[in-house]
């Protein structure tokens, strides 16, 4: 069964700091790794990553992907206030339903 | 404007007496998947369809139940709701095949009383 475990569940800054998530994950049939930011409301997508060593960059939010040691991580440089939300990671491995496997989320809260 | 529409909102009902949460779509999207959110236990999903008339159960589809008779839409059905099934709902949808381009609606907030 797939797995996917995120770390830290709760993670509270100052703005303008640096955080790192982090994401590990097992699985038998491994084809991408996806970050989504959860606001109050729906997740909406950020990353897809399929190579290892190829980093993904968004502004201040970047990610890579490490398929060696089974884990991504997502880093947010410059924090600020609305970067506040639940960062989800999921595991695509391309079996039955849509075979998306989510973890449990980091809450992160950036303070003012 | 793309969008997944659910509905309601939010809803506080009773044990026993049945619900409907509807979601649309009007990106002609041939997948459609609806998932429940709950602290600590993350995303999970309970139904999903690839196409009109073909529907499948996901992770945790005890309770509920779903149709697919248009392209659009695909409502989720709770006959006889319980307190367990209190959660955040979401519906989502993609085009076949891009699985990482997954819309999601803006959930629904359940509680059974």
């Known amino acids: 069964e797939d797995k996917v475990v995120q770390s830290p569940l709760s993670l509270v800054v100052h703005e303008g700091d640096t955080v790192t998530l982090n994401c590990s994950y097992e699985v038998t049939n491994f084809r991408s790794l996806l970050w989504y930011k959860q606001e109050k409301k729906a997740p909406t997508f950020l990353f897809m990553l399929?190579?290892?060593?190829i980093e993904k960059k968004s502004g201040r939010l970047s990610s890579i992907l490490d398929k060696k040691e089974l884990f991504s991580i997502l880093n947010i440089t410059a924090t600020q206030t609305g970067d506040s939300a639940v960062y989800l990671c999921a595991l695509y491995s391309g079996g039955g339903a849509d075979g998306l496997t989510f973890g449990k989320g980091t809450h992160l809260i950036i303070q003012p | 404007e793309a969008q997944v529409t659910q509905n309601p909102r939010y809803l506080i009902t009773v044990t026993g007496k049945k619900l409907t949460v509807t979601c649309s779509q009007n990106?002609?999207?041939?997948?459609m998947s609806w998932y429940r959110q709950d602290p600590g236990l993350g995303l999970r999903q309970i139904y999903y369809?690839?196409?009109?008339?073909?529907?499948d159960k996901g992770d945790v589809p005890e309770g509920y139940k779903v149709s697919r008779k248009e392209k659009r839409n695909f409502p989720l059905i709770l006959e006889s709701p319980s307190p367990n099934q209190t959660s955040l709902y979401f519906c989502a949808s993609r085009n076949r095949g891009r699985y990482e381009k997954l819309f999601f609606g803006s959930g629904t907030q359940l509680s059974v009383l």
């Open positions: 369809s690839m196409n009109v008339e073909v529907t």
């Open positions: 990106m002609n999207h041939e997948y």
């Open positions: 399929t190579s290892s060593g």
